[in-house]
T-cell receptor
Framework: GAGVSQSPSNKVTEKGKDVELRCDPISGHTALYWYRQSLGQGLEFLIYFQGNSAPDKSGLPSDRFSAERTGGSVSTLTIQRTQQEDSAVYLC???????????????FGPGTRLTVL | QQQVKQSPQSLIVQKGGIPIINCAYENTAFDYFPWYQQFPGKGPALLIAIRPDVSEKKEGRFTISFNKSAKQFSLHIMDSQPGDSATYFCAARTASKLTFGTGTRLQVTL
């Protein structure tokens, strides 16, 4: 594909519902990242995948948040029992990993804007 | 724990001015320092990046100055244009991860 794609672009849900956000990375990119961006705020790291495994989940804010990646490609971020404070833009990025497992340029998708009513 | 401190939070300059955005870090393990530009409704995109063995890097109207001893780096935008109005994030890399600053919202007025 031409770039990182995310779906849906917008999601409005009611408090307590579960949501799934999807990320399609650039083909061949080993690393995949999820970030959260609250209104007017910076980028909060959530989780990182290398292939299908997640060596770093340290940014997930609670056990209501989970993510998986299958086939070394598509990733899904799931938020269970959504709360109003989960409202934010969720960004996905992918990159190659260079020597020593260093992340190369991260290419971001356009994000999914989640609104929890 | 915020490992990359960015300032100012917002900045307004006139067309042709030279906005400067500053970042500071503590972790000496950081080995690569990119700047990302984000327009409303879009994801951030890499603008320019520098490694710590270089004190300055210039690409077009964008320049990064890097001071390793002070653990500081900054972005300068020469001859700024209204189209440069965006949010700018500095970042720093350790291995597989980027740590981002909190962002600077730049507005370039006519």
């Amino acid at each position: 594909g031409a770039g990182v794609s995310q779906s849906p672009s917008n999601k409005v849900t009611e408090k307590g519902k579960d949501v799934e956000l999807r990320c399609d990375p650039i083909s061949g990119h080993t690393a995949l990242y999820w970030y959260r961006q609250s209104l007017g705020q910076g980028l909060e790291f959530l989780i990182y995948f290398q292939g299908n495994s997640a060596p770093d989940k340290s940014g997930l804010p609670s056990d209501r948040f989970s993510a998986e990646r299958t086939g070394g490609s598509v990733s899904t971020l799931t938020i269970q029992r959504t709360q109003q404070e989960d409202s934010a833009v969720y960004l996905c990025a992918s990159s190659f990993l260079s020597g020593g497992g260093r992340t190369d340029t991260q290419y971001f998708g356009p994000g999914t804007r989640l609104t929890v009513l | 724990q915020q490992q990359v401190k960015q300032s100012p939070q917002s900045l307004i300059v006139q067309k042709g001015g030279i906005p400067i955005i500053n970042c500071a870090y503590e972790n000496t393990a950081f080995d690569y320092f990119p700047w990302y530009q984000q327009f409303p409704g879009k994801g951030p995109a890499l603008l320019i990046a520098i490694r710590p063995d270089v004190s300055e890097k210039k690409e077009g109207r964008f320049t990064i100055s890097f001071n390793k001893s002070a653990k500081q780096f900054s972005l300068h935008i020469m001859d700024s244009q209204p189209g440069d109005s965006a949010t700018y994030f500095c970042a720093a890399r350790t291995a597989s991860k980027l740590t981002f600053g909190t962002g600077t919202r730049l507005q370039v007025t006519l």
